[in-house]
């Protein structure tokens, strides 16, 4: 079956830390991948997304960067988190009746 | 950038009621979707229309798309306790990235 797996589910970190943050999926191959923020009572800001190994496109400049090192693997990286980074990352993949998400990670810079 | 805007913002109804919520966008799109957030949840999906179709339904469901006038609507009829989430809809424009309204709150009373 196919399935996306998000971990952490919650994270505190301090400001200056770095951060990893992995996203996989099962039961697919060469999907396309994706993270987004979401901002406290907000929508969502589709922040990376990645349509093979390698291959990165970001929407928005930011703290933040992203690697997808194998087919089904996706991470979000920062050196040094700011205060500004925390919120709900939500990975994603997509299928052709929409995306599939993961269950996030809640991240709180302190 | 192409976003869509839910409305209202936020809705509280009387379990039983019907819940209507609307979403508008800028530009010309593949398809809309519609996806429901629990709390500190990932997104699920609901609901995806082409932008061909005018009227889509799914159980307690239904989903209008008025190209013209660039919004759809997403009605869910018989509420329930249950159906108390954020709603948000997603417009298609590439096939490689749907891009979010900032969502409606539903709050169903029992």
């Known amino acids: 079956s196919q399935t996306i797996h998000q971990w952490p589910a919650t994270l505190v970190q301090p400001v200056g830390s770095p951060l990893s943050l992995e996203c996989t999926v099962e039961?697919?191959?060469?999907?396309?991948l994706y993270w987004y923020r979401q901002a406290a009572g907000r929508g969502l800001q589709l922040l990376f997304y990645?349509?093979?190994?390698?291959?990165i496109s970001s929407e928005v400049p930011q703290n933040l960067s992203a690697s997808r090192p194998q087919d089904r693997q996706f991470i979000l990286s920062s050196k040094k988190l700011l205060l500004s980074d925390s919120g709900f990352y939500l990975c994603?993949?997509?299928?052709?009746?929409?995306?599939?998400f993961g269950s996030g990670t809640r991240l709180t810079v302190v | 950038s192409q976003q869509g805007e839910e409305d209202p913002q936020a809705l509280s109804i009387q379990e039983g009621e019907n819940a209507t919520m609307n979403c508008s966008y800028k530009t010309s799109i593949n398809n809309l979707q519609w996806y429901r957030q629990n709390s500190g949840r990932g997104l699920v999906h609901l609901i995806l229309?082409?932008?061909?179709?005018r009227e889509k339904h799914s159980g307690r469901l239904r989903v209008t798309l008025d190209t013209s006038k660039k919004s759809s609507s997403l009605l869910i009829t018989a509420s329930r306790a249950a159906d108390t989430a954020s709603y948000f809809c997603?417009?298609?424009?590439?096939?490689?990235?749907?891009?979010f309204g900032t969502g409606t709150s539903l709050t169903v009373i029992p």
């Open positions: 990645s349509v093979g190994i390698g291959q």
């Open positions: 039961g697919t191959s060469n999907p396309n």
């Open positions: 229309i082409r932008s061909n179709e």
């Open positions: 997603a417009t298609d424009l590439t096939g490689n990235q749907f891009y």
């Open positions: 994603a993949w997509v299928q052709s009746y929409g995306y599939t």
